[in-house]
Nanobody
Framework: QVQLVESGGGLVQAGGSLRLSCVVS????????MAWFRQAPGQEREFVAA????????EYADSVKGRFTISRDNAKNTLYLQMNSLKPGDTAVYYC????????????????WGQGTPVTVSA
């Protein structure tokens, strides 16, 4: 069984930064492409960023391009999301997901999910 555990969320003022982490255990981390999604209250889960197994390719939602950076450390089985210049609109629960199918934008194509870490950005 694969387990994903996110951490690093919290309360931050607009313009601030946070770094999220997602530790993967249970199977080889390197067989999965990884992604971050977020879900605000009353809204659907939306794609934020994704990265391939070897970090060669990354994808970002337009809303976070230039502000967020996704990365991974395969030696530590850990996925990261560096979030800079945060805005109140970034407020959501952030989830990491693992997939063996490309870098899909649709959450239903991810095989495993973490429990989420909340991020609140105050104005």
């Amino acid at each position: 069984q694969v387990q994903l555990v996110e951490s690093g969320g919290g309360l931050v003022q607009a313009g601030g930064s946070l770094r999220l982490s997602c530790v993967v255990s249970g199977r080889s981390f390197t067989i999965y492409n990884m992604a971050w999604f977020r879900q605000a209250p009353g809204q659907e889960r939306e794609f934020v960023a994704a990265i391939t197994r070897s970090s060669v390719t990354t994808e970002y939602a337009d809303s976070v391009k230039g502000r967020f950076t996704i990365s991974r450390d395969n030696a530590k089985n850990t996925l990261y999301l560096q979030m800079n210049s945060l805005k109140p609109g970034d407020t959501a629960v952030y989830y990491c997901g693992a997939t063996v199918v490309g870098l899909p934008l649709a959450p239903e194509l991810y095989n495993y999910w973490g429990q989420g870490t909340p991020v609140t950005v105050s104005a």
